[in-house]
């Protein structure tokens, strides 16, 4: 097991870029697999789950070419995917599982899905509904009224649907609209808070017939498009860490190149703006339809706020670390409409509460979200991942700012998103001896 031992620091004057971004990443690829001809992407995130979304489709006969700073997708249309030989294997990746599912829906071929142990406790109902209302046959482990991971997917024909999300989530919105792809006339998805949007604007930029109005999306099926260059920019999710870091270390300055701002994901900038704290986003541009500009934190003095209703899809990965801004935070800070954290790589609600509550936080859980109560002295201590990648940075970012030394146990998972996480952290982060990026050898593996 790897883990970080975390010491206080202060006075943080740097400048750094973050990986690609890891929804972006996926879909650059399903959708490069599905489009004709050569997709490039540059700034792809090469974490495991990423890694794990390649391997699925070099199983389905999509070669995928990874050279220095660039992946080159050899798409193959959308009858181009080949039955694979053995079960897909998504790892850790929900967004990998569920978005293919909408794919895998419409082949004339049967699939088995699997993942690992955290996967196949992650609900699937919420793409198997929808998708068997298309005409999907799905079929997985039932337990009481919802199905798990694995899963086998006997594709065919796809009726096209106009669906109503009862949640709020990009994976079940882009598993429908994938779907749609393979269906015949108009699939329809009307939501009540958007979630991210990288789908439909990934989709519209390689010329896909899909249209964005409100909250409502619809895509045309069975109509070909063709591979494009894409630009990933860095993931806003895991810049987050960075930008608390800057916030809440005393006497720091850091800046942030190349940040992926699409609106659907800067909740977490309104959210910390609301507390006061000092962020700048500076020199905007938009490269393949999805904003990106560089982002400088200085140190603030924060205050706690209120958090609740359509904020919450947008900032859905980034309440741990927000949880950490608010120990530091002068006041409550309460989380409310969060339940979906409970279906998260760990149940987020119950991780995050307990961990910082380890080091001294003032942290109420709640049914679907959580109260904090700051500024509190962090005192360092031995603390836990529960294998989520969220969940271990969070807790090396509180490390940052505890008395004496924090030891986040466990801490493999970060690879999923992160790679090289603790390294950017600096003097103050040593990574266990253990602790191997195998990554570039994982990821050439075929
Ligand atoms: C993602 C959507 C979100 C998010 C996940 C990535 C995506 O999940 O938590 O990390 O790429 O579509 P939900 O759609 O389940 O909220």
Known sequence: MVNLIV???????????VPGDKSISHRAVMIGALANG?????????????????KCFRKMGIEVQIGND?????GKGLKGLKEAKE???????GTTMRLMLGILAGQNFTSQINGDSSIQKRPMMRVVGPLREMGASISGQVRGENVYAPLKIIGGKLSPIKYGLPIASAQVKSAILLAGLFAEGKTTVIEKNQARDHTERMLSYFGAN?????LESWVLGQKEFSGAEIHVPGDISSAAYFIVQGLIVPNSEILIRNVGVNPTRTGILDVLHRMGADIQVLDETILSEEPRANILIKTSKLKGVKIEGAIIPRIIDEIPIIAVAATQAEGVTEIRGAKELRVKESDRIATVSSELRKLGANIKELDDGMII????KLKGTT???YGDHRIAMAMAIAGLVAEGQTVVEDTDCIETSFPGFGERLGNCCIVDPQYQFNNEKDFNET
């Open 7 to 17: 010491n206080p620091t202060s006075g943080v004057k740097t400048e750094i870029s």
């Open 38 to 54: 050569d997709t490039v992407i540059n700034g792809f995130l090469t974490g495991a789950d990423c890694q794990a979304t390649i």
């Open 70 to 74: 660039q992946i080159i997708v050899k």
């Open 87 to 93: 079960a897909l294997d998504v790892g850790n990746s």
């Open 210 to 214: 899909i249209q964005v109005v409100g």
């Open 373 to 376: 109560e700051g500024p509190t």
């Open 383 to 385: 603390v836990k991942s």
